[in-house]
């Protein structure tokens, strides 16, 4: 990866045509539940993906935002803060809102917390304590997703789902952090129902949290769930944010 890479305009087209793909699922799998397209956004998972692609992904966007006002741009979701901090200086210039939907180890905090916006994967009180530390002095608090292992896979992320109410309400009340809402990564099954139930269990969790009354709580409305193979199941469950990575960039490597 370097600076001077960049993706071909037969490359920058392909990526263009795959995020118009994309739109057009979201926004087909919206009117299918009645809902409005504006309320759900493209988060592009990166991992794997060099910066040129990701600036080619990002440029497309940015044409496709310009020919229709109504769209929202892409976010960028990385996993891992080495990729983060690899990527991060060579994209400055685009200014991509950028979340972090991977695991946080409490020694990669300063690093990460240079890049991203929001951290989707707070799955402990202890990393919620080391981000808060390092935010309470901020004037905009750091946005968090709780995020929830719906699924109960052994092999999954996240907080368990009876476990969740109580780490959101103790997140949420922290200083310098801002609970913004819950993340998943749903069942990989090609059972819609199976799926379709782990989503609904993360929106009714959001919907107890909000209701909730505990500090710190109101805002927690986002809901990070859907990748490539299931996004229309996690827009018909109410998502907000989708992450989708192979849809647009195509098939990756293991990590
Ligand atoms: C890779 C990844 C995605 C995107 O997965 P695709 O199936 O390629 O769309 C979404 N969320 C997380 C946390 C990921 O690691």
New binding site residues.
């Given amino acids: 990866m370097t600076v001077t890479e960049t993706a071909s305009d037969d490359e920058r087209a392909l990526l263009a045509d795959r995020l118009a793909a994309v739109r057009g699922r979201v926004a087909a799998a919206c009117d299918a539940a009645g809902r409005d397209p504006r309320s759900v956004r493209v988060l592009l998972?990166t991992?794997t993906v060099d910066a040129a692609r990701v600036r080619a992904a990002l440029t497309a966007d940015a044409a496709a935002v310009e020919a229709d006002p109504s769209l929202a741009p892409v976010l960028i979701?990385e996993?891992r803060v080495q990729e983060l901090v690899a990527k991060g200086p060579e994209l400055t210039d685009l200014a991509p809102v950028t979340h972090l939907?991977?695991p946080l180890q409490s020694n990669k905090v300063n690093a990460a917390l240079r890049w991203v916006s929001c951290v989707e994967s707070v799955e402990s009180v202890a990393l919620a304590r080391r981000l808060s530390e390092r935010c309470a002095d901020r004037t905009v608090p750091l946005d968090v997703l709780v995020q929830v292992n719906v699924s109960g896979e052994p092999t999954k992320h996240g907080v368990a789902l009876g476990d969740a109410a109580a780490l959101s309400v103790a997140v949420a009340a922290l200083p310098g952090l801002r609970l913004a809402g819950f993340m998943t990564?749903g069942l990989r099954s090609p059972d819609p129902a199976a799926v379709g139930a782990g989503y609904a269990s993360l929106a009714a969790l959001r919907d107890d949290v909000v209701t909730s009354g505990e500090p710190g709580t109101s805002d927690a409305r986002e809901l990070s769930m859907g990748?490539?193979?299931d996004l229309e199941v996690a827009v018909r469950h109410g998502a907000t944010l989708v992450?989708?990575?192979?849809?647009v960039?195509g098939a990756?490597p293991p990590l």
Avoid: D, L, Q, Y
């Fill in positions: 998972a991992k979701g996993n939907i991977g990564v990748m490539s193979g992450r989708v990575g192979s849809a960039f990756r």
